[in-house]
């Protein structure tokens, strides 16, 4: 199975930069995506990493180190409506078939 | 990007009864949808996977009988609710994976509005 482990909660002021990090253990990794979900609401995808690296996305970027099972998602030039839930989720191969795992969210609250 | 739709966006039915939960992908083809269940300040779980074509695999802990998927073109899954109880009340949403081809191979996938499921 997977164990994937993210913050619960944050705070950033408006403007600010804000790194929410994402540890993960798992067999057959494919793959790492963060996605963005507003309350009562469906979460939208924001950025994909499965290769080390930093990707980046206007301001938002997103890092993998596949060898310390580590990613995190960097938001830069914070505002209001980025206050959401931000998912880390894991792609994996149990059993031959195809599964996307998501940790618990961090909720990310921006203020003035 | 890809759209997902889902049908009905809320439903609130009495206990006993059935409800079922389209999910379609509009503009691009889907041989593969995922349904999750969300509950109140809680993460996504997965449920089952869809296949068109073919039976759903569904997680541990998930009752297959309960839980009736059906995937039978490349554009749409349902999920029937069988014999709703309160405990079932959640917020179901499906994703469909697209099968773009990306430079280093991934693809994504993409979920729909959800549906919001009260059993009274």
């Known amino acids: 199975g997977q164990n994937i482990d993210q913050p619960t909660e944050m705070t950033a002021t408006e403007g600010a930069i804000v790194q929410i990090n994402c540890t993960y253990q798992t067999s057959g990794f494919n793959g790492l995506f963060w996605y963005q979900q507003h309350a009562g609401e469906a979460p939208t995808f924001l950025s994909y990493n499965v290769l080390d690296g930093l990707e980046e996305k206007g301001r938002f970027s997103s890092f993998l180190s596949r060898s310390k099972g580590y990613s995190y998602l960097l938001l830069k030039e914070l505002q209001m409506k980025d206050s959401a839930s931000y998912l880390c989720a894991v792609r994996d191969f149990p059993g031959g078939y195809q599964k996307v795992t998501f940790g618990t969210g961090t909720k990310l609250q921006v203020i003035p | 990007g890809a759209v997902v739709s889902q049908h009905p966006s809320w439903v609130i039915c009495k206990s006993g009864t059935s409800v079922k939960i389209e999910c379609r992908s509009l503009d691009f083809q889907a041989t593969t949808m995922f349904w999750y269940r969300q509950f109140p300040k809680q993460s996504l779980m997965l449920m089952a996977t869809?296949?068109?074509?073919?039976?759903?695999?569904?997680e541990q802990g998930v009752e297959k009988d309960k839980f009736l998927i059906n995937h039978a073109s490349l554009t749409l899954s349902t999920l029937t609710v069988t014999s709703a109880h309160p405990e079932d009340s959640s917020f179901y949403i499906c994703?469909?994976?697209?099968?773009?081809?990306?430079?280093?191979?991934?693809?994504?996938?993409?979920f729909g509005p959800g549906t919001r499921l009260t059993v009274l």
């Open positions: 994703s469909a994976r697209d099968q773009v081809v990306r430079r280093d191979g991934g693809d994504e996938q993409f």
């Open positions: 869809s296949n068109e074509g073919s039976k759903a695999t569904y």
